[in-house]
Each structure stands twice: as C-alpha cells, then as structure tokens.
C-alpha cells in the first residue's frame, strides 16, 4: 500500500490536472509509476515528465540500448514497478526472454555481440561502485559515440531517480500485479532484503572476442 495519498483526476488542482492531461496525451498515453507522486509537486511532475520523455523516446540510443540499460537499474534497486513496466518494453524493443529472466534472476545473461555485452557492464559496473573501469568505457563509447555514452549515464542515473521514488513511496504497481522481483542477497553479507549487484560478464566479454 502507498504510503503517500495518489491524486486522480476528480481529485487534482487547476496546476495538476493541466500537468496529467499533458502526460496522458504524450507518448505514455497514461500517468504511471513516480510521476504518480512527483504530481504531489506540479511542477516538479512537468519538469520530470519533459526530461523522462527525452531519455526515453528522444536520444540516439535503440530502444533495444536503451530498455537494457533500465532493466539492469531496476534489478539493482528492486524496483516492482519499473521492472513491471520495462519487462515488457525491452521485449517489444527485442530482447530475448531468456536475457530478460537472467537478469532478473541476477544470473549472466548471454549476449551474442560485444556491444550489448558493454552496455550491460557499463550499467552494472556504475551501479554497483559509482565507476566504470576503462575498458568498459572505451567500449561503450566506440559502440555508441559520445553522445551515446553520455545518454547511456543520463538514462541510468534518471531511472534510478524513478527507482528511488517508486520504492521509497511504495508505489503499487498496476491492476494489482503481483512484484516479479525476488531479493537477492548481498554476497557473504546475510542480508536478503537488498540487492547490490549483478553477475559480471568479463568471461562472456573474452569468449566472443575469441570467437
């Protein structure tokens, strides 16, 4: 249960009801997930809406990059709704079911090509120490360019912003869903409640430059 009140339409200010008809009429068609709550904020809710819509409809990235990188942030900070919701949008983007259940398993997916194999690594290494090693760097930055590895940092830093509300305000998912994600314990650390890590692909990353 949500531990702040949720506004809907009958319910909203002149301020949020200009703010929802804006976000239900653009490309989410529908008010979900920490907007529900930055609403609380009108302001805060348009500015949040314009800078997500960006990350994720308006850069350089695939959708395919771009949803990759969201399942990686949303299993690191068990995030139920943004997993929920993005689940399906990585496998309309193409990602295997078989990755998409690995990574919620916090399991090594298989990736057939080095670039996804970089992009995976860039979002867990980032998460996972607040650093990207060199290699991994070099490497997102010749798959994507500049630009693209700077969309990639801002996509993963924002959907954390979206994981952090959605849990800190208990945010129900839709229709009564029941949450996919199970907590995995931190290594040797006893504790079942959080998750602080993702499996590291330097053996996959070696075995396809063989090939």
């Known amino acids: 249960m949500t531990r702040i009140p949720l506004v809907s ?6 301020e949020q009801l200009r703010v929802y008809e804006r976000i239900v009429a653009g490309p989410r068609k529908a ?9 609380h904020n009108p ?16 850069t350089s990235l695939s959708a395919r990059i771009s949803e990759l990188a969201i399942l990686v942030t949303a299993r690191r900070w068990n995030s139920q709704v943004e997993w929920h919701i993005h689940a399906e949008a990585a496998r309309k983007a193409g990602i295997s079911d078989a990755v998409i259940d690995a990574i919620r398993q916090a399991q090594a997916p298989h990736f057939n090509s080095l670039g ?15 650093q990207i090693s060199e290699q991994t760097y070099a490497e997102v930055q010749r798959e994507l360019g500049v630009a693209g590895v700077v969309e ?6 924002y959907y954390t912003m979206v ?11 839709p229709d009564g869903s029941v949450g996919p994600l199970r907590p995995v314990a931190e290594q040797n650390s006893g504790d079942s409640r959080y998750f602080h890590g993702l499996t590291h692909l330097a053996q996959a990353r070696t075995a396809l430059k063989e090939d």
Do not use: C, K
């Open 9 to 14: 339409p009958d319910s909203m200010t002149d």
């Open 31 to 39: 008010m979900v997930g920490p907007l529900r709550a930055a609403l």
């Open 43 to 58: 302001e805060l809710a348009e500015r949040w809406q314009q800078l997500g819509a960006l990350l994720r409809f308006g």
């Open 116 to 130: 996804e194999i970089a992009v995976y690594e860039f979002a867990r290494e980032l998460q996972e120490s607040g």
């Open 152 to 157: 990639l940092t801002a996509i993963i830093g």
């Open 163 to 173: 994981s952090m509300t959605l849990n800190a305000h208990e945010i129900p998912l």
